[in-house]
């Protein structure tokens, strides 16, 4: 190997200059890297909780259909009492025909 006698100063500090800044870089971008990955911990955190906030949803749904349900067929039952269908079978004060 024959060393090259004109290689300067200036062409070493360059060199060491780039290397640097390839170091600088490189930690800068790990550090935003980190940041990102916090963030979608965040974003990721926030998403299970929609999962919880839906599945009360469908619950709270089925249970307004259940009382729906329900509240429908005691106004049927309530119905057919006030029309004599049922237990009431005679006139009671003249309130019920």
Not at 58 to 87: C, M, P
Request: proline letters at 2%.
């Amino acid at each position: 190997m024959i060393f090259d006698p004109t290689i300067s100063f200036g062409a070493i500090l360059n060199a060491f200059v780039l290397l640097v800044g390839f170091v600088v870089a490189f930690v800068r971008i790990g550090g935003r890297i980190d940041l990102l990955s916090q963030r979608m911990v965040a974003v990721e955190e926030a998403v299970k909780g929609s999962r919880t906030a839906d599945t009360r949803l469908v619950i709270l749904e089925e249970r307004v259909t259940n009382h729906g349900t329900n509240l429908a067929t005691a106004q049927r039952d309530i119905s057919d009492l006030r029309h004599g269908k049922g237990f009431i079978r005679k006139s009671l004060d003249g309130e019920y025909p």
